[in-house]
């Protein structure tokens, strides 16, 4: 009877429900001819390698209706919360599968998609009994779009697998398009399956790497002849704000500053032994009301302060491992005024005669001792937010502090019983005593040491052209100075120079920029559509993205070109004013510039366009594949503490402004120069020098009204811009050498 309130046994505590009318139709079994998807198996050991392994659609369903040999899944069951799958010691054991799409080891090791089955994955968390699991099932099975629906790994969620496609029935063959696809069809099917089944769906982030741990399930419902529900990709889907939409498939990684997983089971085995001693001092385990209820919860809580607990996860255990939650009156709210009630009373107990003789606490105090007894906070130094989480050795996700979220710490206070306002609390959560957190540099860390191999040019090469070396070594002397631009190593000079990809339109030129970037950095830090129209946006999004694409590049005029934006790529830092913020500040730059365009003369400037690497792309670059991220960035961090140089040389740049000349955008005036003079070299017979003005009076002559006349200056530039013309310094200003072609 023990188990009945430390952990999920296989009683129900609901009644059995009534059987389901209509009864269902009986479902066909799965005719493996229909269809050659095959679904990934990954399992992680404890030295982080990953073992993949397929299986096709039919073999799946015939795997899950057995436990392991091992008997992981049954034990997950019988030791776990239905809240916290998670936190099974056997954890890793137990294969992740991976259902949108069939995964495939590439040649870098990393693993990528091989094909995308056109599957969205609906999970139904926190079911309380077998009954209602069934229920949910059968009633996933009434759509048509449902291909099965099982029983997950813990016992108390619901897994249904649901096809989809685009209009014309097609589905994405790359990662790069499978993810945007998979968003928008995940957040379609979502409203749609809502209303139809008896228990909210729960929100997860949607991926089409989505992965859900190996269920088990005797009697999985499929239906093969399943329709494909067909998602409109011209058309916006609106996004489902729920807040749960920030619960994720697996646990995120942890901060190095956290408890682990030892502590974890160390709090766990210390818990079921303090309710071992609670049972069996109550005499009768059997429930008699909210008397016995308070009872349990409240030598459970005295248990926990004698073995030193800290008090959040004391509130954290007791109320995750309540079976009867259930019962008026028993809420998360109630379990936590127990606990505090009991904290108090114990620790006044124990140091009467000294806080006897103390002066009261002041209220600031009172504040952070119980908001840093319950969260954890860090400042976020790269959005400039701080984030928090509740403070205990649980996995939860890190959340921006937010006005909401002000209020909602006010008011837990104000429940305790402190007198106080939403300033004081907001004094504290944007005070220097919440410590630091650069996710950059939190990322860099974690990739691991170089193998050796050269990641960097290997991604360079998916994109197709015409001189392979030359793009090579170009994007690797960028891709550098990008990480070199994030870690701060010069601030002297920005990452000033662009990589841009020319190419007609469908060569996957945008999902390559995206893939730049890992998902964990992608989230935050890429964006496509930032407007040049305004200085304080740009700059406020240098100081925060990591790559900036310039999408549709023939868009910016060419004043932009060459004066707002030759001027902000340049720059080591940006002065921006931050939201709320009542002063600006001088901030690192950490942005670097990335460009796309369909069209082939889009550089204006006409003294050299020294800042773009024009490269044309001669075919589709391949996206198919994932690059192994960790390497690419350890190789990057490898060779900058080497001492490798990150910026372009005297003899690069005059190479990159020669390449550049053939996506040079000539002027009206160029043109009309060249129609009638060309360069010369002094000796020649017919060569003369002449000056601007002379020049531009004789093109006026001969072309009339046709030439429109620019001014001299911006004239001047061109005629500089043009390699091959001498010009020289006189008296009457600058002289060119030029020979008449009439």
């Known amino acids: 009877m023990i188990n009945e309130f430390i952990t999920s046994d296989k009683k129900h505590i609901h009644p059995p429900l009534p059987p389901l009318t209509p009864q269902p139709k009986?479902?066909?079994?799965?005719?493996?001819?229909?269809?050659?998807?095959?679904?990934?198996?990954?399992?992680?050991?404890?030295?982080?390698?990953?073992?993949?392994?397929?299986?096709?659609?039919?073999?799946?369903?015939?795997?899950?209706?057995?436990?392991?040999?091992?008997?992981?899944?049954?034990?997950?069951?019988?030791?776990t919360p239905p809240e916290e799958p998670t936190r099974y010691r056997h954890y890793r054991d137990i294969p992740h599968i991976c259902a949108p799409m069939e995964l495939r080891r590439?040649?870098?090791?990393?693993?990528?998609?091989?094909?995308?089955?056109?599957?969205?994955?609906?999970?139904?968390?926190?079911?309380?009994?077998?009954?209602?699991?069934?229920?949910?099932?059968?009633?996933?099975?009434?759509?048509?779009?449902?291909?099965?629906?099982?029983?997950?790994?813990?016992?108390?969620?619901?897994?249904?697998l649901v096809r989809v496609a685009r209009n014309d029935g097609t589905l994405p063959t790359s990662e790069v398009e499978a993810e945007p696809f998979y968003v928008q069809a995940y957040q379609r099917i979502v409203q749609v399956y809502d209303p139809a089944l008896p228990q909210r769906i729960t929100r997860m982030t949607p991926s089409p790497r989505h992965s859900f741990l190996l269920p088990l399930d005797e009697a999985p419902l499929t239906n093969p002849d399943a329709v494909p529900y067909r998602i409109n990709t011209t058309r916006e889907t609106a996004v489902d704000n729920h807040p749960d939409d920030h619960l994720l498939t697996l646990p995120e990684r942890?901060?190095?500053?956290?408890?682990?997983?030892?502590?974890?089971?160390?709090?766990?085995?210390?818990?079921?032994?303090?309710?071992?001693?609670?049972?069996?001092?109550?005499?009768?385990?059997?429930?008699?009301?909210?008397?016995?209820?308070?009872?349990?919860?409240?030598?459970?809580?005295?248990?926990?302060?004698?073995?030193?607990?800290?008090?959040?996860?004391?509130?954290?255990?007791?109320?995750?491992?309540?079976?009867f939650k259930d019962e008026p009156g028993l809420t998360e709210d109630f379990v936590r005024r127990i606990v505090e009630a009991v904290y108090e009373e114990e620790q006044t107990a124990r140091h009467r005669q000294d806080l006897a003789e103390e002066t009261e606490e002041p209220v600031m105090q009172q504040i952070i001792?119980?908001?840093?007894?319950?969260?954890?906070?860090?400042?976020?130094?790269?959005?400039?937010?701080?984030?928090?989480?509740?403070?205990?050795?649980?996995?939860?996700?890190?959340?921006?502090?937010?006005?909401q979220v002000i209020n909602t710490f006010t008011t837990d206070l104000l429940l305790a019983g402190l007198k106080l306002t939403n300033h004081h609390v907001q004094y504290y959560v944007n005070s220097t005593r919440i410590r630091a957190f650069n996710p950059i540099e939190?990322?860099?860390?974690?990739?691991?040491?170089?193998?050796?191999?050269?990641?960097?040019?290997a991604l360079a090469a998916t994109v197709p052209t015409r001189n392979k070396t030359l793009w090579a070594n170009w994007f690797h002397t960028w891709f550098l100075a990008m990480v070199a631009q994030w870690q701060g190593r010069d601030r002297r000079y920005g990452n000033a120079i662009v990589p841009l990809l020319i190419s007609e339109q469908g060569m996957h030129k945008s999902a390559f920029c995206r893939l730049l970037l890992p998902p964990e950095l992608r989230s935050w830090g890429y964006t496509d559509n930032l407007s040049l129209s305004e200085e304080r946006p740009v700059h406020l999004a240098m100081s925060q993205m990591l790559i900036i694409n310039l999408d549709e590049f023939n868009r910016i005029s060419p004043q932009k070109q060459q004066g707002f934006l030759k001027n902000i790529l340049q720059l080591p830092s940006v002065k921006v004013k931050r939201p709320y913020a009542t002063r600006?500040?001088?901030?690192?730059?950490?942005?670097?510039?990335?460009?796309?365009?369909?069209?082939s003369?889009?550089?204006?400037?006409?003294?050299?366009?020294?800042?773009?690497?024009?490269?044309?792309?001669?075919?589709?670059?391949?996206?198919?594949?994932?690059?192994?991220?960790?390497?690419?960035?350890?190789?990057?961090?490898a060779e900058l503490n080497d001492g490798a140089r990150y910026w372009f040389d005297d003899d690069e740049t005059r190479a990159i402004m020669e390449h550049n000349r053939q996506f040079q955008q000539h002027t009206t005036a160029e043109q009309f120069f060249h129609e009638f003079f060309e360069a010369a070299l002094p000796e020649e017979p017919t060569a003369k020098w002449m000056t601007v003005a002379a020049i531009l009076m004789s093109i006026k002559e001969q072309a009339g009204a046709s030439f429109r006349t620019p001014s001299p200056n911006a004239f001047g530039r061109t005629l500089n811009?043009?390699?091959?013309?001498?010009?020289?310094?006189?008296?009457?200003?600058?002289?060119?050498?030029?020979k008449p072609r009439f």
Request: hydrophobic fraction near 35%; include cysteine; glycine fraction near 6%.
């Open 254 to 323: 942890r901060d190095a500053q956290e408890v682990d997983m030892t502590a974890y089971e160390n709090y766990e085995r210390a818990y079921r032994d303090a309710a071992q001693r609670v049972a069996t001092h109550l005499h009768n385990p059997k429930r008699r009301g909210p008397e016995w209820f308070k009872a349990f919860v409240t030598g459970m809580a005295t248990e926990l302060y004698r073995a030193a607990w800290p008090e959040e996860e004391a509130v954290c255990h007791l109320w995750r491992h309540l079976t």
């Open 442 to 457: 939190d990322y860099l860390f974690r990739t691991g040491e170089w193998d050796g191999r050269d990641h960097i040019r």
């Open 584 to 599: 600006t500040e001088e901030v690192p730059r950490l942005a670097s510039f990335i460009a796309t365009t369909n069209m």
């Open 26 to 79: 009986p479902i066909k079994p799965f005719n493996t001819s229909r269809t050659t998807m095959k679904l990934s198996s990954i399992r992680t050991d404890k030295n982080g390698q990953q073992y993949l392994k397929n299986y096709e659609f039919g073999a799946f369903l015939e795997r899950i209706k057995t436990d392991t040999a091992n008997f992981l899944i049954g034990f997950l069951r019988d030791e």
């Open 721 to 738: 811009g043009l390699p091959e013309l001498l010009h020289r310094r006189s008296k009457n200003g600058s002289e060119y050498c030029v």
């Open 601 to 637: 003369d889009v550089l204006h400037d006409p003294t050299g366009s020294r800042r773009f690497l024009g490269v044309e792309v001669t075919g589709n670059i391949n996206v198919s594949q994932t690059p192994n991220y960790a390497q690419l960035y350890a190789q990057a961090q």
């Open 369 to 403: 001792r119980r908001m840093e007894s319950r969260y954890v906070f860090r400042h976020n130094t790269i959005m400039g937010y701080t984030e928090y989480r509740a403070n205990h050795t649980w996995v939860t996700p890190w959340q921006p502090v937010t006005r």
């Open 106 to 160: 590439q040649q870098n090791g990393a693993l990528g998609m091989s094909t995308f089955n056109g599957l969205v994955v609906l999970e139904v968390r926190q079911v309380m009994s077998p009954g209602a699991c069934e229920t949910v099932k059968h009633a996933a099975m009434e759509m048509p779009m449902t291909l099965a629906a099982f029983v997950g790994a813990s016992g108390h969620e619901v897994i249904i």
